[in-house]
């Protein structure tokens, strides 16, 4: 099994690097901040603690299925909106119910946002069968033509919601679906319109003490796969020579090296782990179709300007003030790096070998 570099130590980043170690690979994770969890961050003042990331977490399957035992709350109030006019929308699980609060808020669009609820089914499940099966080099194996259209290609979120809803408040209730990701409802596809069925269908969860309690609990996993963390390092580049890539070079800014395995490893391959979704390769030719054996891959992963994976991953600045993945805690042996402002890992090249399919 080749040894692996994981970049990035958000969700995605820590998911893959769980899935690699669980599959037999040697994998050590670089994170620039001094924590873990990337967008599940919090921040703590004179004895309160903030979420300052995600609040509502949605298909809790996706963890529970990697063995993190969370204690959920399901939510009947998703969420309550508060529009400039002074009126409320609140946001209930119950499709019936909430299409009897739009109706409250907008006499006689009710009805339309039962369509609309609809279209976001038929959306969520083509988008099951296609999207979300794995990456784009991957054919899904159950897509139907009819797909296609169920994720109305070339419409804007700000365009479907205009075919449904007259009122403006509601257009910009669709819109939310956009905006909380950070992007505009002018520009962003309509596929995004699939969240309501997610949360009308799935529901809304909270995690007591905050969703960052979810990191917490994919440290813990980290620990027992054997995957060692390093924080505060910021990868500078990643060497590639056209064929695989052959290592790369970290900046240490007072990072602590926490170690879940004692000896150092060279590298094999690395992954790039975009913001919110893992985006894994292990030890291919850049550009080309990622190895079937490496099931964590997403359509997030592609090869930067000057080399695979020189793109790295987005975090939040704002650090974590109790988080146990910087506090650290039993079992857990921390070495100083050295002062030096740059540290390399390499790999050794290997014979070919054939690659067995099926």
């Known amino acids: ?37 990337g967008k599940l961050a919090e921040h703590t003042r004179d004895g309160f603690t903030f979420s300052v990331g995600p609040s509502l977490l949605t298909l809790p399957g996706v963890f529970t299925d990697l063995g993190l035992e969370l204690d959920l709350v399901e939510l009947d109030e998703l969420c309550r909106y508060r529009f400039a006019d002074g009126s409320t929308l609140a946001a209930y699980r119950d499709p019936a119910r909430m299409a009897a609060e739009v109706d409250r808020l907008a006499p006689g669009e ?19 069968r296609t999207f979300f099966t794995g990456p784009l080099t991957r054919p899904p194996t159950e897509a139907r033509l009819s797909d296609l ?36 409802p002018y520009r962003a596809p309509a596929a995004l319109g699939c969240v309501p069925a997610i949360e009308h269908g ?59 395995r004692g000896r150092q490893h060279r590298r094999g391959g690395a992954v790039r782990a975009a913001a919110a979704r893992p985006a894994a390769v292990s030890a291919h030719r850049p550009g080309s179709a990622p190895p079937r054996r490496c099931s964590c891959c997403w359509p997030g ?9 020189t793109t790295r991953s987005s975090s939040p600045a704002t650090t974590s003030g109790s988080s146990a993945t910087s506090s650290g805690g039993a079992g857990h042996r921390r070495t100083r790096p050295s002062t030096s402002a740059a540290r390399s890992w390499t790999t050794r090249r290997r014979p070919r070998r054939a690659r067995r399919t099926g």
């Open 301 to 309: 992963w592609r090869a930067g300007p000057r080399g695979w994976g």
């Open 1 to 37: 099994m080749p040894e692996v570099a994981v970049i990035g130590g958000g969700v995605g980043g820590m998911v893959s690097a769980l899935l690699l170690a669980r599959q037999g690979h040697q994998v050590r994770l670089y994170e620039r901040l001094p924590r873990l969890g």
């Open 202 to 260: 799935e529901g809304g969860w909270y995690v007591p003490g905050g969703l960052p309690r979810i990191a917490d609990a994919l440290t813990l996993m980290l620990e027992k796969a054997g995957v060692e963390v390093v924080l505060g390092a910021e990868v500078a580049r990643v060497l590639a020579d056209g064929e695989r890539v052959r290592g790369g070079a970290a900046r240490l800014r007072g990072a602590r090296a926490r170690r879940h």
């Open 110 to 128: 009710g009805r339309a946002w039962l369509a609309f609820h609809d279209w976001a089914r038929d959306c969520f499940e083509a988008s099951r």
């Open 149 to 184: 259209l169920a994720v109305a290609p070339g419409r804007t979120l700000d365009g479907l919601a205009r075919r449904f809803f007259t009122d403006p408040r509601l257009r910009q209730y669709v819109g939310r679906y956009a905006t909380y990701a950070g992007s505009s």
